[in-house]
């Protein structure tokens, strides 16, 4: 069975940093995409960063926020630097089943979901 776990949200001050963490168990995901999405209340679920042969941002976040992963870990991670507050939301890791050249950005392309994890950024 397949799960991904994330970790590492919390409250921040604008500014500052978080460092998301999502780990996979079940199998691997050394050659899949995998990515993150993000929830605000009242909001769809949006794109946030996605990484495989490349890696892919929001605009919102690029040039903030850096997408990396171990697969010895079979982890990973969403750094996120200078958050603002339009950041604060529920950030969601996703597993693309297959594997493929493409970076995925789309809910839809993503077969494996975490259950979330709460970033709060205060003014």
């Known amino acids: 069975q397949v799960q991904l776990v994330e970790s590492g949200g919390g409250l921040v001050q604008a500014g500052g940093s978080l460092r998301l963490s999502c780990l996979a168990s079940?199998?691997?995901?050394?050659?899949?995409?995998m990515g993150w999405f993000r929830q605000a209340p009242g909001n769809e679920r949006e794109f946030v960063a996605a990484?495989?042969?490349?890696?892919i941002y929001a605009d919102s976040v690029k040039g903030r926020f850096t997408i990396s992963r171990d697969n010895a870990k079979n982890t990973v991670y969403l750094q996120m630097n200078s958050l603002k507050p339009e950041d604060t939301a529920v950030y969601y890791c996703?597993?693309?089943?297959?594997?493929?050249?493409?970076?995925?950005?789309?809910?839809?392309?993503?077969?494996?979901w975490g259950q979330g994890t709460q970033v709060t950024v205060s003014s």
């Open positions: 996703a597993a693309r089943k297959t594997t493929g050249w493409r970076t995925p950005t789309k809910r839809y392309e993503y077969d494996y």
């Open positions: 079940g199998r691997t995901f050394s050659s899949n995409a």
């Open positions: 990484i495989n042969w490349s890696d």
